[in-house]
Each structure stands twice: as structure tokens, then as C-alpha cells.
């Protein structure tokens, strides 16, 4: 190497070096020009944008973020928008919405005191299941959704949810009816509503769940 380019980088190298080691001793854990984490849900959406960054984009009619309370003790994620999602913009509205709010009576809450999201933002068409990289791309302002809520308890809402948040590839009848944790976050897996609508045999357990869910929440803050 050119001795005076190697005199150069050596240079520029130890400026780097003083730079870092004075930004450590004043406390700081992040350089200033590291990407700063989005802290309120209003910033993630911001983030989000007209969000193109996967196929899904290409077929839906509304981005659909999430909503209910940005402190609630207890969060509802699905796996994606269905029709009526699409349509109204809003998660959780069609039929399975529906009985989603049934649930949500019965466990003496109100949709307004829980936030309800998906794991992706976009209709697949035909009600497809997602599919690993739309949810790879989708899952990063999920998980922020969650770091900002900070919830007591995260219901998974069926396997899609459930396996992104818990990174496994187990079926939702092994998961359901235990805790699980993501980032410290208790994680209760249950049946999607949509299937609960085309099993109601299944009802039963999904009440075990959320009785199991109900008296995590009553505890209060983690
Ligand atoms: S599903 Fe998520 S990543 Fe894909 S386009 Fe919609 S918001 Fe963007």
C-alpha cells in the first residue's frame, strides 16, 4: 500500500477511535447518526407510509395498522386483513372481527381498552395465508407496535401469529393454552375467530385461553 494513503487511513481510523471512546464517556449507548427507534405508534405508521416494500401492496385497497388503546394491558394480533379489513381500513371488523368483540365482552373488556393488529398490514389476496417474506418485510413494524404498547399480555390470534412472534414452526394446537414469551412479554396462543367460526367445537379451549389471559391482565402492569 502507498505509504501515504496507509498514513491516511491510520489517521482517519484513529479519529474514528476518539470519536466513538468521547461519545462513550459522556454515556451515550448509540452513535448520533444511529437510527433512532420510532417511540409512538404514530410514528411507526409514519414509518410505514404508502408502504410498497412487499407484493401485498400491489392488491390491497387499505393499509391496515392496527387500533385500540396505545397503553392497553392486552393485545389481539392476527394474521392479516380479510375483506371487509381491506375495505374499512380497520382490523377485526368482518365476521371474525365480530366474534373477536364477542370474546372481548365476555372477558369484560371493551375493544377500546386493547389495541388489535395484524402481523401483516395488507390483504393476501384470495384470504391466502402470508407468506415468510411479506411477513419478514411487515414484521419489523409489528414488533415495534409492541415495544411502544408494552403490553402485559399478547394474544397470538392463530398459527400465523403465533409462529412469527414465537419463531417457531410448531402448529397452534401444541402452542395454545400456555404461556410463551416475546421480549419478556407474555404470549397466549389461541385460534384465529375465523376458525373458531368454522370449528365452534373448538370455542371451549379458546375460552380456556382467555380465561388464562383475563387473570395475567388482572395482575396488572408487568
Ligand atoms: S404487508 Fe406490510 S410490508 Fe407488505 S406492503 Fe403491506 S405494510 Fe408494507
Given at each position: 500500500m502507498n505509504p501515504n494513503l496507509r498514513t491516511e487511513l491510520l489517521r482517519v481510523v484513529g479519529q474514528l477511535r476518539s470519536y466513538v471512546l468521547y461519545h462513550k464517556e459522556l454515556g451515550l449507548e448509540a452513535l448520533p447518526w444511529s437510527k433512532r427507534s420510532p417511540q409512538t405508534l404514530r410514528e411507526v405508521r409514519e414509518k410505514l407510509g404508502d408502504c410498497q416494500r412487499c407484493r401485498l401492496s400491489r392488491t390491497r385497497k387499505s393499509l391496515v395498522f392496527g387500533e385500540g388503546n396505545?397503553?392497553?394491558?392486552l393485545v389481539f394480533v392476527g394474521e392479516g386483513p380479510g375483506y371487509e379489513e381491506d375495505l374499512?381500513?380497520?382490523?377485526?371488523?368482518?365476521k371474525a372481527g365480530q366474534l373477536l368483540t364477542r370474546i372481548i365482552d365476555a372477558m369484560s373488556?371493551?375493544?377500546?381498552h386493547v389495541y388489535i393488529t395484524n402481523v401483516v398490514k395488507c390483504r393476501p389476496p384470495q384470504n391466502r395465508s402470508p407468506w415468510p417474506d411479506e411477513i419478514a418485510c411487515c414484521y419489523p413494524f409489528l414488533a415495534n407496535q409492541l415495544r411502544i404498547i408494552q403490553p402485559t399480555v399478547i394474544c397470538a390470534l392463530g398459527s400465523a401469529a403465533a409462529q412469527t412472534l414465537l419463531?417457531?414452526?410448531?402448529?397452534i394446537t401444541t402452542l395454545r393454552g400456555t404461556f410463551h414469551t416475546w421480549e419478556g412479554i407474555k404470549v397466549m396462543p389461541t385460534f384465529h375467530p375465523a376458525y373458531l367460526l368454522r370449528n365452534p367445537e373448538r370455542k371451549g379451549e379458546t375460552w380456556e385461553d382467555m380465561k388464562a389471559v383475563q387473570k395475567e391482565v388482572a395482575k396488572g402492569p408487568r
Open positions: 396505545e397503553k392497553a394491558r374499512q381500513g380497520r382490523p377485526f371488523v368482518g373488556m371493551k375493544r377500546d419463531d417457531t414452526n410448531a402448529g
